[in-house]
């Protein structure tokens, strides 16, 4: 399973971003879609995940209430809308999907495949 990030680019504190991964075949079906974030210096971080077959979505603190997490059966696709961005939000944005469990999934070691990572820089 390959996944590709994209979405990714440069906007103010305030500004919106949708970010995009697609996968090389369907798999989404079994799995648990995620998203993390790395930033310079910092190990990387969970951001939100989704459940494909429920839709069941979780989010860190730190982005409740700012970004959503859809996925799009059609398309194969699982988006994230980041609206209200901040600086403290500039990273390396991934997309990773794993095997889905009961738990909510926010470790980097419960993902088995990862996308190349789109860049997002918040300026202030």
């Known amino acids: 399973v390959q996944l590709q990030a994209s979405g990714g680019g440069l906007v103010q504190a305030g500004g919106s971003l949708r970010l995009s991964c697609a996968a090389s075949?369907?798999?989404?079906?079994?799995?648990?879609m995620g998203w993390f974030r790395q930033a310079p210096g910092k190990e990387r971080e969970f951001v939100a995940a989704?459940?494909?077959?429920?839709?069941?979505?979780y989010y860190a603190d730190s982005v409740k209430g700012r970004f959503t997490i859809s996925r799009d059966n059609a398309k194969n696709t699982v988006s994230l809308q980041m609206n209200s961005l901040k600086p403290e939000d500039t990273a390396v944005y991934y997309c990773?999907?794993?095997?889905?469990?009961?738990?909510?999934?926010?470790?980097?070691?419960?993902?088995?495949?990862w996308g190349q990572g789109t860049l997002v820089t918040v300026s202030s």
């Open positions: 990773a999907a794993g095997s889905p469990m009961e738990a909510m999934m926010k470790l980097v070691s419960e993902y088995d495949y």
């Open positions: 989704v459940k494909w077959s429920s839709g069941f979505s």
């Open positions: 075949r369907r798999p989404f079906g079994r799995y648990t």
